[in-house]
């Protein structure tokens, strides 16, 4: 029979375990588009701990800023930040920033960060977002920066970190996925970057669509042209290569381009990727 101090002390914990449960169970709702759930979630997560002050609730406070960022405001997210330690309040500010187009900004508030004193995770969000702002404001060293996200994402194993922090870079993976050699972890990059795109879909409508619909088929052909080869698309959709190329054909000309690269652009701008 447990003691009473046993008792009392798992007791003590319950409300901390739930907490950590819900915000865990809103990330799930976020990964499949329910922005909604997610934060009515969080917000039960945070009514667990009202009667506490726990540090622990800034947590929730972040992740409601990032879901209202993921919907388009970025007035509540500012506010949210001002509860969270110096470091997590930049990091959220500049992308607070990123999202409204201020690449300076974005750059100023990281700049501001004390880089030594980050941990792992932070200083790679930092890099990340960094990269965002280059990729955003059309400067030259964009690809540098980016291939060093890549490299310390690779380093650190954070997978997740690199695919979710910063749209523009996510948009810059798939963009660029033709470049991209036969590396396995560039390619499930890439992969995770095309399910991201197709989550903030469903949140935000596509700004015109081609002339003429695609077929199920010339859709299910452009849907494998970021990650795969034409033997591959052929080979995973039992279908000849030049089948493959006939739909591509009628992809190319559907979405008003001349190559598989222009396609991927044109694609991504379409929210058809």
Do not use: C
């Amino acid at each position: 029979m447990p003691s009473r101090r046993g008792a009392s002390r798992s007791g003590h914990f319950r409300p901390v375990f739930e907490f950590l449960a819900l915000l865990d169970r809103a990330q799930v709702w976020a990964a499949r588009g329910q922005i909604d759930a997610a934060l009515a979630t969080t917000d039960a997560a945070r009514r667990v701990l009202a009667e506490r002050k726990s540090p622990l609730s800034a947590r929730a406070d972040e992740q409601e800023a990032l879901l209202r960022l993921a919907l388009g405001d970025v007035q509540s997210p500012a506010v949210l930040a001002g509860r969270l330690s110096a470091p997590r309040r930049q990091l959220l500010l500049a992308r607070v920033a990123l999202a409204a187009g201020d690449d300076r900004a974005a750059i100023d508030h990281l700049n501001e960060l004390p880089v030594a004193d980050l941990t792992p995770r932070a200083a790679l969000e930092r890099q990340i977002l960094l990269a965002g702002a280059a990729i955003q404001g059309g400067d030259p060293r964009a690809a540098i920066i980016t291939h060093g996200v890549l490299e310390a994402g690779r380093r650190g194993g954070f997978f997740n970190t690199v695919v979710t922090t910063a749209p523009p870079v996510t948009a810059y993976l798939v963009e660029h996925a033709t470049q991209v050699q036969q590396d396995p972890f560039l390619q499930q990059l890439i992969a995770a970057a095309l399910e991201v795109r197709a989550t903030r879909q469903a949140q935000s409508p596509p700004h015109g669509l081609p002339a003429e619909p695609m077929t199920a088929a010339e859709q299910r052909v452009l849907k494998l042209l970021p990650t795969s080869t034409y033997p591959e698309i052929a080979e995973a959709l039992y279908i000849s290569r030049n089948t493959v190329k006939t739909h591509l054909r009628s992809v190319y000309q559907k979405l008003g381009v001349s190559s598989r690269s222009e396609a991927i652009e044109r694609a991504v701008d379409l929210q058809l990727l």
